[in-house]
């Protein structure tokens, strides 16, 4: 039992294809129902781990890997078809490999990081999250109406924004607090 969440973690990554695939196909009721069970899945590994704690090791990379595939496949495909805007998906996208290599240089230079996802990181992936299901269910129902959208994308692009800035921030102060001569 001490591993279900890092099982229901992999099926989430699992279904990041089917996904894909159901948006390509413009059969955006599925993709939704799909994107829906994915952000459900993410919820309940997330409960049992603390609940229970089955932490693991593995936990702490597959959980934020899994988010990250999810929406990065998500953004990008939805953009590719003209359901959002690229700038928007392009933010995306260089906010998590801009935090990626962060984190990557960090662990090279200075050791590991011991980090836990910050407020602004999971106010992000919420409005991420909840605007890709509203993008879903325009492109299907034509509701919410797009003014409402596009109002959304900006608000994604400032959460994403300030969350990036903000692991900058704690990147920098991090290294700066490093012992003289830990390089």
Request: hydrophobic share 60%; proline share 4%.
């Amino acid at each position: 039992m001490r591993h279900l969440p890092n099982l229901i973690c992999l099926l989430r990554m699992l279904l990041v294809w089917p996904i894909a695939v159901a948006l390509h196909e413009q059969r955006f009721g599925l993709a939704l129902l799909l994107f829906i069970v994915a952000g459900i899945s993410d919820g309940i590994d997330g409960y049992l781990a603390k609940r229970f704690d089955w932490t693991s090791e593995l936990g702490k990379v597959l959980d934020p890997m899994a988010d990250k595939l999810l929406l990065v496949v998500v953004f990008v495909e939805a953009a590719w078809l003209g359901r959002l805007a690229w700038w928007l998906a392009a933010a995306v996208v260089a906010r998590d490999v801009f935090i990626a290599l962060g984190a990557g240089v960090f662990r090279l230079w200075f050791g590991p990081l011991h980090g836990h996802p910050t407020v602004f990181s999971k106010v992000n992936t919420a409005m991420q999250l909840m605007f890709l299901a509203l993008v879903m269910l325009n492109a299907g129902l034509t509701f919410p109406p797009q003014k409402l959208l596009d109002a959304l994308a900006v608000v994604v692009f400032v959460t994403t924004a300030s969350s990036g800035l903000n692991y900058v921030s704690i990147f920098t102060r991090r290294a700066w607090s490093q012992p003289a001569g830990s390089l």
